[in-house]
């Protein structure tokens, strides 16, 4: 029975995230260090971590990030990481939260949470296979092309997974920092495994700590027509309460357009458009009807697109 709840909750839980990570536009990617101890029926310690996002389907020896992305004013967030074992296999963490309040900001959540809502699953896998740790490596570090590893992933996790998989039982998961430069937290927590008796260990000492990586843009345009004469200056204060200061700088008069978006992609706010004089131009977003999260500010004018993420916190 244990084992039956147990890869139920896994498997709706990573069909649900295939279900919108597959219909957002505005995914954000991090890398960085996830660490913890454990002990009972197993015992050690992980330690993983990346300096930068690789760009390939080869898993390196180590690596820790996460990604970010918004569906329906939901806010998902999913963090694999692992270590290598052998040649072949690899020790996996993995964190997924999930916050509908439009905007993800420090908070602590509960594991293992309302299985129902999705709200918080934590999940440490020893000696895993390296097709599965590549298939989850190419969802953080390829957020542009598609889901290439879905099938891949959903097949490993039916057929390898769940027999395998110490779950949370009981716990907590503390986001302490979220920014579109950095995500830090602690946790810790009781994890089960299936079997009878369960097999578990206790998770001590847990701490994540990211930093962001290039967002890639809504919409492409050939990079050899990306004009040089068009700047967004960097945003004022920002993090920020309230109101933000944006500015940017013409080369010569554009026709602009200037509006805010969520991380899912959907328009919040027109800031400004018309046609403007060269030079330096600013305005000011006050957000006081807005929530705390991350938003995006673009720059339009006729060939080009910039993008900016700020956040808002109050």
């Not at 015992?43 to 996002?53: I, M, R």
């Not at 390829?142 to 891949?152: E, F, K, R, S, V």
């Not at 008796?197 to 990306?226: H, K, R, S, Y």
Request: glycine content about 8%; charged content about 10%.
């Amino acid at each position: 029975m244990v084992r039956v709840n147990q890869y139920g909750m896994l498997s709706i839980v990573i069909v649900a995230f295939a279900v919108n990570l597959a219909a957002q536009t505005l995914p954000s990617s991090y890398y960085g260090q996830l660490s913890f101890d454990y002990a009972g029926t197993m015992n050690g310690s992980f330690n993983a971590g990346a300096t930068e996002l690789p760009d390939t389907l080869v898993p390196p020896t180590s690596f820790a990030g996460g990604i970010i992305f918004s569906f329906n004013d939901t806010t998902h967030i999913l963090m694999p990481a692992y270590q290598q074992i052998t040649d072949s296999t690899y020790d996996v963490f993995i964190i997924y939260l999930c916050d509908d309040g439009g905007g993800v900001e420090p908070q602590t959540w509960t594991l293992p949470g309302d299985i129902t809502d999705l709200q918080a699953l934590a999940a440490f896998i020893p000696g895993i296979d390296s097709a599965f740790v590549a298939g989850l490596l190419n969802l953080v570090a390829d957020t542009t092309g598609g889901i290439p590893a879905l099938d891949l992933l959903l097949g490993q996790l039916i057929d390898e997974i769940a027999p395998y998989t110490y779950f949370a039982a009981t716990g907590t998961i503390q986001l302490d920092i979220i920014s579109p430069d950095t995500i830090g937290g602690v946790f810790a927590g009781s994890f089960l495994q299936a079997g009878f008796p369960p097999p578990f260990i206790t998770v001590t000492n847990g701490a994540f700590n990211f930093q962001g990586a290039i967002l890639p843009p809504l919409a492409t345009t050939p990079e050899d027509v990306l004009p040089s004469q068009v700047k967004l200056h960097a945003a004022y204060p920002n993090p920020f309460n309230a109101s933000v200061t944006l500015g940017y700088f013409l080369s010569r008069s554009a026709a602009i357009e200037f509006a805010v978006f969520d991380l899912s992609g959907r328009q919040v706010a027109e800031l400004d458009k018309g046609y403007r004089q060269a030079g330096n131009n600013s305005l000011t977003w006050t957000a006081n009807d807005f929530s705390s999260g991350v938003y995006l500010v673009r720059l339009n004018t006729a060939n080009s697109s910039q993008f900016q993420k700020v956040l808002l916190l109050k």
